[in-house]
């Protein structure tokens, strides 16, 4: 069974101070998706990134940032000089690969809410 | 990205009543589509997996004669809370895609007094 955990329920912040969010999950899969969603208090979930269980390398958008390590299955999201359009609640999430079109169903993690006061 | 819309984005019914919540996909056509529920303060949690033409698969502890799943066409999939109960209010969210991407819909905030 896949799990995703994410031990920081809040965190909270002064604009521009970076925020590193943790994730970690399990998987008997060897191939699997990772994902990092956004979600604002109108509740909309909104993708931020996907990451294929191929690929270790390290991404920047922006202010964004992932690191992912396989070896330690972590996939950790940093928001750099964060803003108060940044509190939401993050979410980590997963799903296989294989399983076709059914195998597209995610596994979150518990979430992290994020307060960023100016 | 694609677009998923869900109708209606907030109900508020009688304990005992039905409701029926429409995810639709606006420019792509779904044979998958998924439908979740969050309750407050809490995580997404996976109901089940809508299938075109087909019955809808249900995660384990989710009653599916409570919770009708319809896939009818490849753009619309109805989620019917049967004799909906207070503890039945949460957030539902419905999901598809083109393919390996999920695209998630607004959602709708049930809540039943």
């Known amino acids: 069974a896949q799990k995703v955990t994410q031990a920081q329920t809040e965190i909270s912040v002064v604009e521009k101070e970076d925020v590193t969010l943790d994730c970690v999950y399990e998987t008997r899969d060897t191939t699997y998706y990772l994902f990092w969603y956004k979600q604002p208090p109108s509740g909309e979930l909104v993708f931020l990134i996907r990451r294929n269980s191929f690929d270790e390398q390290n991404e920047i958008s922006g202010r964004y940032s992932w690191n992912f390590q396989k070896s330690t299955s972590s996939f950790n999201f940093t928001i750099t000089a964060s803003q108060v359009v940044d509190s939401a609640v993050y979410f980590c999430?997963?799903?296989?690969?294989?399983?076709?079109?059914?195998?597209?169903?995610?596994?979150f993690g518990g979430g992290t809410r994020v307060l960023v006061k100016p | 990205g694609a677009v998923v819309s869900q109708h209606p984005s907030r109900v508020i019914c009688k304990s005992g009543t039905s409701v029926k919540i429409e995810c639709r996909s606006l420019?792509?056509?779904?044979?998958?589509m998924f439908w979740y529920r969050q309750f407050p303060k809490q995580s997404l949690m996976l109901m089940a997996t809508?299938?075109?033409?087909?019955?809808?698969?249900?995660e384990q502890g989710v009653e599916k004669d409570k919770f009708l799943i319809n896939h009818a066409s490849l753009t619309l999939s109805t989620l019917t809370v049967t004799s909906a109960h207070p503890e039945d209010s949460s957030f539902y969210i419905c999901s598809g895609g083109p393919g390996r991407e999920q695209y998630f819909g607004p959602g709708t905030r049930l809540t039943v007094t």
């Open positions: 999430a997963l799903s296989e690969i294989s399983g076709g079109a059914a195998g597209n169903k995610l596994t």
């Open positions: 420019d792509f056509q779904a044979t998958t």
């Open positions: 809508s299938n075109e033409g087909s019955k809808a698969t249900y």
